[in-house]
Nanobody, 122 residues
Framework: QVQLRESGGGLVQAGGSLRLSCAAS????????MGWFRQGPGKEREFVAA????????NYAVSAKGRFTISRDNAKNTGYLQMNSLKPEATAVYYC???????????????WGQGTQVTISS
């Protein structure tokens, strides 16, 4: 089992930045790929970014490319999502997830955090 807990969400103005963290405990975090997903009001959960267990490979949703950066520090059992130039449409609950490989589909992940709210004001 891997337990995940997100933090770093909040309210920020459009154009601002936030860095989300995902703290892991339990089984070895470094054995798992990590993904970030989000779910906006009335919307389905959607892929944001994913990173391999080593950090050597990452991929992004089109909406995140160039503005978001996913990273991880396996020594600290923590993953991150740096979000810059935020837009109001990025308002959502953001979830981190861990699984056997990087995937843009939520079914590819076995463990999920509870989520952290991100609200972007216009």
């Amino acid at each position: 089992q891997v337990q995940l807990r997100e933090s770093g969400g909040g309210l920020v103005q459009a154009g601002g930045s936030l860095r989300l963290s995902c703290a892991a405990s339990g089984r070895t975090f470094s054995s798992y790929a990590m993904g970030w997903f989000r779910q906006g009001p009335g919307k389905e959960r959607e892929f944001v970014a994913a990173i391999s267990w080593s950090g050597g490979f990452s991929n992004y949703a089109v909406s995140a490319k160039g503005r978001f950066t996913i990273s991880r520090d396996n020594a600290k059992n923590t993953g991150y999502l740096q979000m810059n130039s935020l837009k109001p449409e990025a308002t959502a609950v953001y979830y981190c997830a861990a699984g056997p490989r990087t995937s843009s589909g939520y079914r590819g992940y076995d463990y999920w955090g509870q989520g952290t709210q991100v609200t972007i004001s216009s």
